[in-house]
């Protein structure tokens, strides 16, 4: 079939295999073009990653892979291709991933489903005991509107919406460029404990102590699960709204699960990750606008990053750069210094002011904020000729 890209809604419908296979292609070059640290030998080598199909969490698993050799386990929620339909960008990332790895002679498999439940956690605990003894990092990078609870069934929808007051702010409307304003309706009570049911660190909890109790964790076994904070502008919506709270709760999940594996010299971290395209962060209204005038300043700057150089930081500055990870007073590892640093944000906010309702957006890199949207998704390849016939099951 030939191949086309579908978006409603900010949310691409489809994906390329060859496009997505150029995608993890690209990250493969980065990774490969890097000095390798100087004592690799402190990188995790047996490493599961939740949520590691896309986005950070696919980034995390290359870095662990490409630049600590180590043997990766990916569980991601998927659709899987038929004859005339196209699978998730996260499937074909996986199998294009996996075969770079396979040829490396790294173990990396994916279980496909449901992270949220206690099936999936049982495959999780089988597949590290029968092909990797134990893991030594937890990378928790899901992503998700909806959570089924394991124990009651109920179903929680996670809206991303402010808290007491309705939130007005400017956004731009990607594919013509013109400048809107996005009003959100503040979240009723259970919206707040909804949205903190799905992104808070509930299911983290679950995750980390079913492999404790199993004895999966390794001695010294680190945990890292991603947050964000961002600009004073997105506070009523983002970090004082429905998903802060759910973030808050991830946070203090960090030391509570460090508590419980201190048996086993264990530690968990929540980083705080720069705003980057993905699947999750496009459909976030006023997300584009901000983005695309932050990735103008950045890159002019020479300080932008895309996930994997962000997971390269992580690994390599950060969790294991030394015997003490550093982070800020609240206990979190920050990736957002760049992205927070005055310099930036004060030119982010004068360009900011410059927008008009009504009117193209001026400046910013709304083209690379699509192109990144695109790639993510296997388009905007010039090597790739999507007027082709493909057939949707091989990459
Ligand atoms: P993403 O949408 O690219 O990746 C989400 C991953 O979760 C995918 O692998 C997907 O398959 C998986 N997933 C979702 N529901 C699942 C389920 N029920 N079972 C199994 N797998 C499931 O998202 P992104 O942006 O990489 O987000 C990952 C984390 O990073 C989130 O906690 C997000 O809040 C955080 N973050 C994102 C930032 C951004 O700007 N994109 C900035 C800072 C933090």
Redesign the pocket.
């Known amino acids: 079939m030939i191949i086309k890209q579908k978006i409603m809604r900010n949310v691409s419908l489809t994906a390329h295999p060859a496009g997505c296979a150029a995608y993890v292609a690209e990250q493969v070059a980065f990774l490969d073009a890097q000095s390798r640290p100087s004592a690799p030998e402190n990188l995790p080598k047996r490493v599961l990653v939740?949520?590691?199909?896309?986005?950070?969490?696919?980034a995390s698993r290359m870095v662990g892979a490409l630049i600590g050799g180590a043997a990766t386990l990916?569980?991601?929620?998927?659709r899987e291709p038929s004859e005339n339909k196209v699978a998730?960008p996260?499937w074909y990332n996986t199998k294009a991933f996996e075969r770079v790895a396979h040829e490396r002679g790294l173990y990396a498999q994916s279980l496909f489903?449901?992270?949220?439940s206690a099936e999936?956690k049982e495959r999780v605990a089988r597949e590290i005991r029968e092909q990797m003894g134990q893991v030594d990092l937890i990378v928790y990078?899901?992503?998700?509107p909806?959570?089924i609870d394991p124990v009651t069934g109920q179903t929680y929808k996670s809206v991303l919406k402010p808290i007491g007051k309705p939130y007005a702010a400017l956004s731009v409307d990607v594919p013509s460029g013109i400048v809107e304003t996005a009003v959100i309706e503040p979240a009723e009570d259970s919206q707040i404990e909804d949205a903190v049911k799905v992104?808070g660190g509930e299911d983290w909890q679950l995750w980390i102590d079913h492999l404790h109790a199993e004895g999966l964790l390794a001695e010294g076994v680190k945990t890292v699960?991603?947050?964000?904070i961002g600009p004073q502008i997105t506070y009523p919506v983002y970090r004082e709204g429905t998903?802060g709270k759910a973030?808050e709760h991830?946070e203090s999940t960090a030391s509570l699960l460090t508590d419980r594996m201190r048996g086993i010299g264990g530690s968990a971290y929540v980083s705080?990750?720069?705003?980057?395209?993905?699947?999750?962060?496009a459909v976030i209204p006023v997300?584009p606008l901000y983005?695309a005038l932050l990735y103008q300043v950045m890159k002019e700057k020479g300080l932008h990053e895309d996930?994997t150089r962000q997971m390269y930081r992580l690994f390599i500055d950060r969790l294991y750069a030394g015997p003490a990870v550093p982070v800020d007073d609240e206990g979190r590892i920050r990736l957002?210094d760049w992205e927070m640093r005055t310099d930036v944000q004060e030119e982010v906010d004068r360009r900011w002011n410059m927008q008009r309702e009504g009117e193209q957006m001026i400046g910013g890199d709304l083209a690379g904020f699509k192109e990144e949207y695109d790639h993510?998704h296997g388009f905007g390849y010039s090597s790739i000729d999507y007027e082709r016939d493909v057939d949707p099951r091989s990459i």
């Open positions: 939740i949520g590691g199909s896309t986005g950070y969490g696919l990916n569980v991601s929620f998927e998730t996260g489903g449901d992270a949220f999936m990078s899901l992503a998700s909806m959570r992104m699960a991603y947050s964000y998903i973030k991830l705080v990750n720069k705003a980057l395209v993905t699947r999750a962060s997300v983005i996930c957002d993510i």
